[in-house]
């Protein structure tokens, strides 16, 4: 057998590196069509956004032209009005709920034998909450003392303290009480 070549031209393998470059063409393409349609759909997917955010520019500013002539067709004192009546209905509501029963059921379990309250005035505040200032006799200044740490032991009054103390004509002390009153719904919330 002879083992040599005779040809004048040798014999390349060049099938693999045709497949090899045929492959390489394959995935050069598909990379291309998968660019080409992604690009196309972005732009799409631009041209909607786009069109939408001019659609959404164009509604703000109709809004914002009724809000202003909305703004314009309103009576500044008319609203200035109205806000003063409902803070007047909110404040009789406010006093509506207040307990009369309630506070003198309190001052009832509370008060020495030796002290009379001649005066109660609550002032109800929606910021401040219910103020009590009432004004009482006692024969001493341990009667008032007694009355003020029966009430606060209640848990329904805060911030006890007697603005003015003074003995009057029969020698009975007269002082003025004042205290934040906290009614059983606001003492448990504040417990």
Do not use: C
């Not at 057998?1 to 492959?23: G, S």
């Not at 732009?43 to 703004?71: F, G, I, K, V």
Request: glycine residues 2%; charged residues 25%.
């Amino acid at each position: 057998m002879i083992r040599t070549n005779l040809a004048t031209r040798p014999f390349y393998n060049e099938r693999a590196v045709r497949l090899a470059l045929l492959l390489l063409a394959i995935v050069v393409a598909a990379a291309t069509a998968f660019n080409i349609t992604r690009v196309v759909q972005l732009s799409h997917n631009d041209t909607r956004l786009a069109t939408q955010a001019a659609r959404d520019e164009a509604r703000a500013a109709e809004l914002r032209a009724a809000a202003t002539r909305l703004r314009g067709t309103v009576d500044p004192r008319q609203i200035e009005f109205v806000s003063v009546e409902a803070r007047k209905a909110n404040d009789l509501i406010d006093r509506r709920t207040f307990s009369w029963t309630e506070l003198f059921n309190r001052f009832e379990t509370t008060l020495p034998a030796e002290v009379r309250i001649t005066s109660v005035r609550p002032k109800v505040d929606s910021k401040a909450g219910t103020t009590i200032t009432m004004t009482v006799l006692a024969r001493s200044v341990e009667d008032v003392n007694q009355f003020i740490e029966n009430l606060e032991k209640t848990g329904a009054f805060a911030d006890l303290f007697s603005r003015d103390e003074h003995f009057d004509e029969q020698g009975l002390l007269e002082a003025s009480l004042e205290a934040r009153y906290l009614p059983p719904a606001s003492a448990k919330g504040a417990q």
